[in-house]
Structures are given as structure tokens and as C-alpha cells.
């Protein structure tokens, strides 16, 4: 199976910050993977697919990048809509699109 | 527009079968490349990937209860189904479904159902 490893686990920000947080595969998934924002009590929501491309609607304050096992997502300057629990996941295996752990942006 | 909506029962026994149905509209899961899959969220933890099933039939599961899973499709009443046999506290989480689309190596999750809670007690 192929886990998938964010860091860090939370993080604390103040709006017009960038932020960064990164996401680990534990074996290569070109560039096979996908960013989402929930928000409690909600569904989650595609922010970035295919390790860079945003999803229609999505504001361009968000960004993502990397290839192989490495990937970032960054938001340019934090918005207080932003304060919400990120996932990645990867869709490489079909076998199996796992989920890394979460990680949650709270307000500082 | 791609509507998702989950149902089922909001509290199983323990041993007991969940069964799960996705109904969903706004697109036909018999064009190719779409799919629909479902994905649990235990309270206050991560999301976790349980299944999905292709336009063709193909089916995927998460190994970690593969033995316990089964996904269908009714494409003429616009669902899947999900059955999770043999329940346990453990399994206490919001179900989603979600409509899987892609194409050149990029595949997602870009609709979502709101989630229904099941609650595994006795």
C-alpha cells in the first residue's frame, strides 16, 4: 500500500499569511495527487488535482506543486475561510487512493 | 449539476450489515472514465478510502476491510450500494460518497455527498 505522510499535523497562522504544508508518498505517484479543504461538519472539498492544476472555482491564492514522493500545497495569502483541516491523497494505485492524516490550519 | 446524496441507517449492532446507497444525478455512471467512491471519516479523524466502482464494473477496495466490503451498481436508478458486513464500534464514522472522474493520469474526487453518520452500538 502506498501511505501517504503530511507535515505538520496543525499549524497555527494569522490572515495574509503564506502557509506551506507538505505531503509525503512513501513510493513514487508521479504527479498523481490530489489537495482537499474540509471545513467541520462538512464534505470535503477539491481544492487541486493532478498535483497542480486548481479545480474550477477554487481562488488562486492556492497552489500546489511537486512530483514523485514530495508535494506542497501553499496558499499565497491566508484568507479567514482558510481555517480548515487539508488532505492529500494520492491516486496512483487504483488499487487504493489513500488519504494522508489531515492537516489542520487554525487561526493564531 | 452532480448531485450526491447518501442513506442508510443511522445506528447498527455490532455483527450486524450495513448497507448504504448512494443516489446521485447529473451524470451516468455508464460513460466511460467515471466512477463513484466511498470514503469514511471516524469522528474528529481522518479521511479513509473504503471503495469504488468504475462505469465498467470494475470494483476497488480498501485492503484493510476489503473481506468485508462489497460495492454495486444500479446504473438505472442512478446508484451504488455499499455493504459492510459484520460491524463493529470501531467502524463509528460519517460515510461519504463521492463521483470520481479523470482522465491522463489524474484522477479525483470533485463532488461529494454530505455524509451520513453511522453509529456502530448496541
Known amino acids: 500500500d502506498i501511505q501517504m505522510t503530511q507535515s505538520p499535523s496543525s499549524l497555527s497562522a494569522s490572515v495574509g499569511d503564506r502557509v506551506t504544508i507538505t505531503c509525503r508518498a512513501s513510493q513514487s505517484i508521479s504527479r498523481q495527487l490530489n489537495w482537499y479543504l474540509q471545513r467541520p461538519g462538512k464534505a470535503p472539498k477539491l481544492l487541486i488535482y493532478g498535483a497542480s492544476t486548481l479545480q474550477s472555482g477554487v481562488p488562486s491564492r492556492f497552489s500546489g506543486s511537486g512530483s514523485g514522493t514530495d508535494f506542497t500545497l501553499t496558499i499565497s495569502s491566508l484568507q479567514p475561510e482558510d481555517f480548515a483541516t487539508y488532505y492529500c491523497?494520492?491516486?496512483?494505485?487504483?488499487?487504493?487512493?489513500?488519504f494522508g492524516q489531515g492537516t489542520k490550519l487554525e487561526i493564531k | 449539476q452532480i448531485t450526491l446524496k447518501e442513506s442508510g441507517p443511522a445506528l447498527v449492532k455490532p455483527t450486524q450489515t450495513l448497507t448504504l446507497t448512494c443516489t446521485f444525478s447529473?451524470?451516468?455512471?455508464?460513460?466511460?472514465?467515471?466512477?463513484v467512491g466511498w470514503i469514511r471519516q471516524p469522528p474528529g479523524k481522518a479521511l479513509d478510502w473504503l471503495a469504488h466502482?468504475?462505469?465498467?464494473?470494475?470494483?476497488y477496495y480498501s485492503q484493510s476491510v476489503k473481506s468485508r466490503l462489497t460495492i454495486t451498481k444500479d446504473t438505472s436508478k442512478n446508484q451504488v450500494i455499499l455493504t459492510m458486513t459484520n460491524m463493529d464500534p470501531v467502524d463509528t464514522a460519517t460515510y461519504y460518497c463521492?463521483?470520481?472522474?479523470?482522465?491522463?493520469?489524474?484522477?479525483?474526487?470533485?463532488?461529494w455527498g454530505q455524509g451520513t453518520l453511522v453509529s456502530v452500538s448496541s
Open positions: 491523497q494520492q491516486s496512483y494505485s487504483s488499487l487504493m487512493y489513500t
Open positions: 466502482i468504475y462505469w465498467n464494473d470494475d470494483r
Open positions: 447529473g451524470f451516468s455512471l455508464s460513460t466511460s472514465g467515471v466512477a
Open positions: 463521492a463521483h470520481l472522474v479523470g482522465g491522463n493520469n489524474k484522477y479525483y474526487y470533485d463532488y
